[in-house]
């Protein structure tokens, strides 16, 4: 059976990077419902910021687009509070157990969201519950959303990259390509485009694409990316011009920021 999601831990490790927290607080304010049960004590900010937000469109309009945003961000925000929830504090035993019924929170609203849209045909909750729990059904769906050409969002596209990275490297890198350009200027770029591009080039031994994109990812927040790795598989290569692959990733960032990215010409 073909690995679903395939994982591309290689060069980096997120992460939790400054992002705009767009009115957070009025959010908070307006709806604390969406909050009080989301630990506020310094880890997952990010993460919680973007739940609550998540949380928050849904509530407005409960359509499949905004559900599969909200179990994409819990997802995430249970990952790292599955993490932060093992840090235990001497003095504030209190916030140990706040972390913890937080991370019970992540996990029943993911089941509820997942049993709400077993049967959606939105493209990118098929591709979920393919991934997630290896429903053929919701792959065959899949993949006639993409042949009808149906997946035209940059999370939509970034999917049907994911899918196509065990069946086709180069064809999962250009449909990430793809993705970046359907970003508009002000848009949030998710930065594991940037860490999966850094990883299938490198692995395809494309060493100045990898370390082009791990300099974005790098402008973008992501943390302790292994460029030694990258410049040490580049040591006896001409390939790496350094100076020049730092100038294009500068012009690459500029690109995604103004909603103007075309591919690096190398």
Not at 220 to 246: H, W
Request: charged share 30%; aromatic share 10%.
């Amino acid at each position: 059976m073909q690995k679903p999601w395939p994982l591309l831990p290689l060069l980096f490790v997120l992460g939790a990077c400054d992002e705009k927290e767009l009115n957070i607080t009025q959010v908070c304010q307006e709806k604390p419902g969406l909050c009080t049960d989301l630990v506020e004590d310094g880890h997952c900010r990010v993460e919680r910021s973007e739940t609550i937000l998540a949380r928050y469109g849904e509530q407005k309009l409960p359509s499949d687009a905004n559900k599969y945003r909200l179990l994409i961000d819990f997802e995430k925000y249970s990952k790292c509070m599955e993490l932060a929830k093992g840090i235990e504090h001497v003095k504030l035993k209190e916030k140990t157990t706040a972390r913890v019924d937080s991370y019970m929170v992540s996990l029943n609203e993911i089941k509820r969201l997942t049993d709400e849209t077993v049967s959606s045909d939105y493209p990118g909750l098929l591709y979920y519950h393919w991934s997630r729990h290896q429903s053929r059904e919701h792959l065959e769906k899949f993949e006639r959303a993409a042949k009808a050409g149906e997946l035209n969002t940059p999370d939509l596209k970034f999917a049907l990259a994911r899918y196509y990275i065990e069946k086709d490297k180069k064809l999962a890198i250009q449909t990430m390509l793809d993705a970046l350009k359907l970003y508009k200027a002000g848009d949030v770029v998710d930065t594991d485009i940037y860490t999966s591009l850094t990883t299938l080039y490198f692995k395809q031994n494309q060493l100045a694409e990898s370390y082009h994109w791990a300099l974005v990812a790098q402008a973008a927040g992501v943390e302790r990316i292994e460029f030694d790795l990258i410049l040490k598989s580049a040591k006896d290569s001409s390939a790496l011009d350094k100076d020049k692959i730092e100038t294009l990733a500068d012009q690459t960032v500029a690109a995604l920021e103004s909603g103007q990215f075309k591919p690096p010409v190398f």
